[in-house]
């Protein structure tokens, strides 16, 4: 039966264990590129005092013994006197004299010479970059395949600041788009060391941030909206009344319409019934800023129609950081309450602050986040009947809904669903 006292001390697994941790963490990778070497490396083994030792010299002699037959790693030994064994040695250090010694015992030789390989051809093509590689010393390795083509991304963007074209555009060997959309992450550390300041355009941050900070030309944003009223469409006959426009385009575009909804859901889109001189936009989430540079936007009477939940109302909060006087459709406890049955459970609901949304809205949030029967309840607006939308608009103006055609479907949604 083994002493329980003899588990805590340090065994030759244990030592590993440390080890392997901090190769983990780089820092013994990283020792080649440090100003200050970690060797000789020094760790404390941690073995039985003088009671433990008369209590069960059995169990410590055979711990000692263990650490005598250790191969690969070298011991620091102390002496020590018992009253009732005399003079022994027992293990006080383990020491590791260089970085091969703690290669050798961890068997990561091919991990060495990878990291090796890459420090001699940083310093013969960007030496700048060689204290992310101390940084990094494990990332590095996982990159290891891409890094003379990661390298040539470099070069290209140092040769070509400012360029104005698309990624796909770049024209260097072994560089491709996937290869720099899979590695933004470690590039924009790479580029941030390696190009001029006066490059980068700093308030650009982030992974959907990388194109605007480097110069590159960004995937133009679109926006989808579908006219309600063919007296405020732009050329229906020859554009339909279902349009995508850029966002350069949508600002300039001057559609007589008075009123704009928004909605989150494709179909509630296309079936959005006709109304006059409105519009309907296909939400985009959180991605406002398209919109907020229409100013003819700013004067139209706008309705954000989203899901009955916390991200519902986080993307309604965040519209009215563009549009103040957006009213919420259908985003109240009177909605919920008659549909409750409906409700299912959010998986990963938002507990953020929002402090742009009305007091109604604030409890019907709470009531979401807080329902006597089940917390973190959500009602997708798909569930929401139809009859309920039209009521709702009904009740926002005065004006008659235009009647819908097609056997009770808008145009747009009878062709999404074929013939009736």
């Not at 013994?65 to 030994?77: F, I, K, L, N």
């Not at 990963?348 to 742009?356: A, E, K, L, S, T």
Request: charged share 25%; hydrophobic share 40%; with cysteine.
């Amino acid at each position: 039966m083994s002493n329980p006292a003899s588990n805590r001390w340090t065994s030759p697994h244990d030592v590993r264990a440390r080890l392997r941790r901090r190769w983990e963490r780089g820092e013994i990778l990283a020792d080649s590129l440090a100003d200050a070497s970690l060797f000789p490396l020094r760790i404390p083994i941690k073995g039985p005092g003088s009671k433990e030792i008369s209590a069960d010299f059995s169990a410590s002699r055979d711990w000692i013994a263990t650490w005598r037959d250790q191969r690969g790693v070298d011991c620091e030994w102390k002496a020590f006197t018992h009253r009732l064994f005399g003079t022994n040695e027992i293990p006080s250090a383990a020491l590791f004299s260089d970085l091969s010694s703690v290669v050798r015992l961890l068997g990561v030789r091919n991990e060495l010479e990878t990291f090796q390989t890459m420090i001699e051809y940083t310093r013969g093509t960007f030496p700048e970059l060689l204290p992310w590689l101390a940084k990094r010393a494990m990332l590095a390795i996982a990159i290891s395949p891409d890094w003379e083509a990661l390298l040539t991304v470099v070069k290209w963007v140092k040769i070509h600041p400012e360029c104005d074209i698309y990624l796909r555009q770049i024209d260097a060997p072994g560089v491709h788009t996937k290869l720099i959309e899979r590695h933004r992450g470690s590039l924009t550390e790479l580029l941030d060391l390696a190009v001029s300041a006066e490059s980068i355009r700093d308030e650009s941050r982030g992974v959907s941030g990388f194109n605007r900070r480097y110069g590159f030309r960004e995937k133009p944003e679109r926006i989808r909206l579908r006219f309600l009223d063919p007296a405020s469409a732009i050329e229906s006959e020859r554009l339909g009344m279902d349009l995508t426009v850029t966002a350069s385009a949508l600002v300039t575009m001057k559609p007589k319409v008075d009123r704009v909804f928004i909605t989150e859901n494709e179909i509630n889109f296309l079936a959005f019934p006709d109304h006059l001189a409105s519009l309907v936009i296909f939400g985009a989430g959180y991605g406002w800023s398209a919109l907020a540079n229409a100013d003819w936007l700013h004067n139209c009477e706008i309705h954000y129609w989203g899901d009955l939940d916390s991200h519902g109302f986080a993307i309604l909060n965040q519209l009215r950081a563009h549009f103040p006087h957006v009213r919420s459709l259908l985003m109240n406890q009177e909605t919920l309450d008659s549909l409750r049955e409906l409700c299912t459970t959010e998986p990963n609901p938002n507990y953020g602050q929002f402090h742009r949304l009305t007091s109604d809205e604030s409890l019907t949030l709470e009531r979401l986040r807080n329902d006597p029967n089940s917390t973190r309840l959500r009602l997708e607006q798909e569930k929401i009947p139809f009859g309920m939308l039209q009521n709702a608009l009904c009740e926002i103006s005065n004006d008659e809904i235009i009647p819908i055609k097609s056997g009770g479907f808008p145009d747009a949604i009878q062709d999404a669903l074929g013939p009736v």
